[in-house]
């Protein structure tokens, strides 16, 4: 691009954001029995709106949009010139320092760059590994001389770079990897080696074509003594010629299956050298004579401090996957309400596919769920950004962001994966076309699931800090204090495991579907069965573990082993009522009365669905009756009903355009081919020469025939 065009195009992208909002004011009169649409939408975009309506302008741009059926030798080119186009724009410059260019606004840059999924996937997650990965390294991990030395070029994409910590041999398990980085004193340089195949560097971004540099993480070793994985910026071509230089080899990933515009690669280190000062050495450094010194004495505490440094890449995915899902969504559900299929009701009009039960049961529970997700998602995004802002930045908050990225980037990517799948299937035929975009955008966010660490290693994280808290109630506790709660617990576990509360549940229900039904969509009756969940299953698996710690290291693994599975599932559960929290926080920002009564819905929606999905749960550990959990379905059927002529102001609120949707089926095609075929048979009925249907002249020569016999 010259710098006309790139002037030319920042300024098509200001009006246009200018013109987005123009249209928002300028909507026509609502129905005050519907939703506010506008100010729902403004909810949504939150406190980066303005950042969020920018990457959105971007990301409708024809240069920005994935072309189908391309090689993966084209799809990388396309991607590379994409990130070029960002560049220009002055896109990818918030994060970093003012001194540099940058805003240092963390949360408008996390939210601008999860917007450009609806481009392209790969165009995004590319963007992510050289700027939220390569770059946020060299500026977390690195000293204010490492930044100015490589911040300016790898900003201006004159340094593309790569993120190599994932090995073929480990890859959630960072602080086992085998890359060693090993001092040498008589040339003051540190050796890079790679010393079997296991510790190839694997599934590296930029590794196969682009990359010019590389952060190593690596074993550092100085003085005979390990001190664990650090950072290094190493080399790894040559920039005119585009090849390894000495020591350096590599391998491309070739075709994936998806995300292809991202040139994944191996890379792999014989004896390399690289000068000392390559140790990015915020966290831990080594003079001339070898001497490792670290601000953090405690070799635990400065891995999980340096690796919780990068933790933007789980809370960019986390956003990146609302966004995907709200894109299907925005798809499926207006489709539905247009698309027709057999004559329920009428015997000369289809039903519109939304109007089934099944189909709303299919749908809006997603829908519900996408909401929770995008509100906890900008909560943690506001956490994120007063961690790294430093407004709020102790080890207590860091400590909080990473166990809250880990909970919601697992749940947010597997909805994700979810909602694709069922809009896909919801949408037939039609569904499955390309063009629609379903299948190619959950083959780009496949991955999600197992990168920037797999959701299940991630949920065993949130389950372990989880039972540090719980440790944490009982720590200085007295015997006396601790046989009350134990009294407590197993009096509480009398009660429902004997089935006496179901009883007096019973009781208070006095049969009557409706009051329990009542009883259920209280905030306060969801808040306490999602609590309790938790609270039971953590204090079970605690208990269970509270010895496991005195044993022999085997021993303990074992115990640990054998409950590893109600651990997961009671980080799954925390994660839940994370996002169930943050939409009833939602609620409460929104001003307009009937947008809050229909969004209270749609919370209720989420929460008794996670009570549904969970049932056997609750009944089994005696916290719902039987007569109760049967409302349970009855009443989300209800929720149903009264959402069903909502939901296309739902989805709109999401604010995305055909240019972000891009799916035929979407663009109201459909409804144009329903009113062409209503129209051609009213006009065959009222012409009189519409074919007579055999069955009733069946009919008729039955009711003859009667006649005739009498």
């Not at 919801?426 to 076309?433: H, P, V």
Request: with cysteine; proline share 3%.
């Amino acid at each position: 691009m010259t710098e006309t065009a790139n002037t030319e195009l920042l300024d098509q992208l200001e009006a246009a954001v200018e013109a987005a909002k123009e249209t928002e004011k300028n909507r026509p009169e609502r129905d005050p029995e519907h939703i506010h649409i506008a100010a729902l939408s403004e909810l949504l975009l939150g406190r980066w709106a303005e950042a969020r309506r920018m990457a959105r302008v971007a990301a409708a741009h024809p240069d920005a949009h994935k072309v189908e059926g391309l090689t993966h030798h084209e799809q990388r080119e396309r991607t590379f010139h994409t990130l070029k186009m960002m560049v220009d724009l002055k896109a990818v410059h918030r994060a970093f320092p003012k001194r540099l260019g940058g805003q240092e606004d963390h949360g408008a840059n996390v939210a601008g760059f999860a917007e450009l999924v609806t481009a392209d996937p790969s165009v995004q997650i590319k963007a992510g590994v050289q700027w939220g990965l390569f770059g946020a390294a060299v500026m977390h991990l690195g000293s204010q001389e490492h930044q100015d030395k490589w911040l300016p070029g790898i900003m201006s994409l004159e340094i593309p770079g790569c993120f190599a910590m994932t090995e073929t041999g480990h890859g959630s398990d960072v602080a086992s990897i085998g890359t060693t980085a090993t001092y040498d004193l008589d040339t003051d340089e540190f050796v890079i080696h790679t010393p079997f195949r296991a510790a190839w560097k694997d599934y590296i971004g930029n590794a196969a074509v682009d990359g010019l540099a590389a952060v190593v993480f690596a074993q550092l070793i100085t003085h005979g003594v390990n001190h664990g994985v650090h950072a290094f910026y190493v080399p790894l071509r040559d920039p005119l010629t585009k090849e390894f230089l000495e020591g350096i080899g590599g391998e491309d990933d070739g075709i994936k299956g998806g995300l292809n515009g991202i040139d994944n690669g191996r890379l792999h280190f014989n004896q390399v050298r690289i000068p000392r000062t390559n140790l990015l050495n915020r966290y831990g450094d080594v003079d001339a004579e070898g001497n490792y010194t670290s601000p953090i004495s405690s070799p635990g505490r400065r891995f999980f401090t340096m690796i919780g440094t990068l933790v933007q890449g789980r809370v960019s995915l986390d956003g990146a996957a609302v966004a995907a899902s709200k894109l299907a969504l925005q798809i499926a559900i207006p489709y539905a309400a247009q698309r027709r299929q057999f004559n329920a009701t009428s015997d000369i009009e289809e039903e519109v596919l939304l109007d089934y039960q099944r189909h709303q049961r299919r749908l809006l529970p997603l829908l519900a769920t996408t909401y929770a997700a995008s509100f906890a998602h900008e909560e943690l995004l506001e956490k994120f950004d007063g961690v790294f802002s430093g407004e709020h930045d102790t080890d207590e908050d860091r400590e909080d962001l990473e166990t809250l990225a880990a909970a919601l980037k697992s749940l947010s990517t597997w909805h994700a994966l979810d909602t694709l799948q069922e809009c896909r299937e919801a949408c037939g035929g039609a569904g499955f076309l390309i063009e629609n975009r379903f299948t190619s955008l959950r083959a780009d966010l496949d991955i999600y699931a197992t990168f920037e660490g797999d959701n299940t290693i991630l949920l065993q994280l949130v389950a372990k800090r989880l039972l540090t808290d719980y440790a944490k109630e009982f720590r200085n506790l007295d015997f006396g204090v601790l046989a009350r709660y134990a009294a407590g617990q197993a009096t509480d576990l009398a009660l429902n495991k004997s089935g006496l509360r179901q009883v007096a549940q019973f009781v208070a229900d006095t049969g009557f579907v409706q009051r329990s039904a009542q009883a259920l969509k209280e905030t306060e009756t969801q808040r306490a069965l999602l609590t309790d969940r938790v609270q039971s299953m953590v204090g079970e698996v605690g208990g269970a573990l509270k010895d496991a710690a005195k044993l022999p290291r085997s021993e303990g693994a074992k115990i640990f082993n054998q409950h590893q599975n109600e651990l997961v599932e009671a980080a799954r559960a925390q994660a839940e009522l994370l996002q169930w929290e943050a939409f009833t926080r939602g609620l409460e920002r929104i001003e307009d009365a009937k947008t809050r009564e229909i969004m209270t819905w749609l919370r209720d929606l989420f929460g008794l669905g996670l009570i549904e999905k969970h049932l056997a749960w609750y009944l089994m550990n005696g916290r719902l009756s039987m007569q109760r959990a049967r409302t349970v379905g009855e009443y989300i059927n209800r929720l149903l009903s009264r959402l069903r002529p909502h939901a296309l102001d739902l989805v709109e609120a999401f604010g995305y355009t055909q240019d972000h949707l891009r799916a035929p089926i979407s663009s109201g095609a459909e409804q144009e081919r329903q009113d062409e075929a209503a129209d051609y048979y009213r006009r065959l009925r009222a012409s009189g020469d519409a074919p007579v249907d055999e069955k009733i002249v069946l009919m008729r020569q039955k009711q003859e025939a009667k006649r005739n016999s009498r």
